[in-house]
């Protein structure tokens, strides 16, 4: 029974890395509530597919939190700019959202405490996203110590763990373990810049190393693609 079971909390946005890691959480015996936070992200599509994921995964309850962060911008997925095009970006990208896992996992821990929750999963993954810097495993370490000393629970003796699983995989492993975890990942969405269709763009970052991560697994990548990369 679920009641018996340790809960977790898991940082669900839709993408392949949260499915992922949802379904790590849910093979090591916890039973497993999702957080999606609905930014009004340009990408608004992945929401849906966080449900969908949420469904399979078995969630005892899925919270959709409305977050409007197009009120700051300062980003390509929640401001008036361009998402790039033409090649995974060096450094900081203009997809990064100020602060963004710093919000949403302060947002994940409120929720956890009050369900009596000590574990949170989340799928940053430091290898594919190095320039973002809060998908960095000092800032995962640094926010587990942040979490024992801002909340009633880690002051009084029960900590939290933040668990980060997909930390140091890359895509192509990424890819292979949801084949190996059951779970479909035409459920999950990458791209940053749907086309007008409902297609993936296919030529963002994320299409990109999405595409790269399910070839050198060597298998089929579900998602309708609206281009590829040696096509423009």
Known sequence: MSENLPKAVILLSGGLDSMVAGGIAREQGFAVSALTIDYNQRHRIEIESAREIARALGAERHVVLPLDLSQFGGSALTDDIDVPKTGVEEGIPVTYVPARNLVFLSLTLAWAEAIGAHDIFIGVNALDYSGY???????????????????RDGVEGRPFTIH???????????????????????????????????RACGLCDSCRLRQKGFEEAGLVDPTPYAALPDEA
């Open 164 to 198: 980060a699983p997909l930390q140091h995989w890359g895509k192509a492993r990424i890819a292979s373990e949801a084949q190996r975890l059951g779970l479909d990942p035409a459920m999950s969405w990458s791209c940053y810049d749907p086309a007008e269709d409902g």
């Open 133 to 151: 810097p809060d998908c960095r495993p000092d800032f995962i370490a640094s926010f587990q110590e942040t979490a024992r000393l801002a909340t």
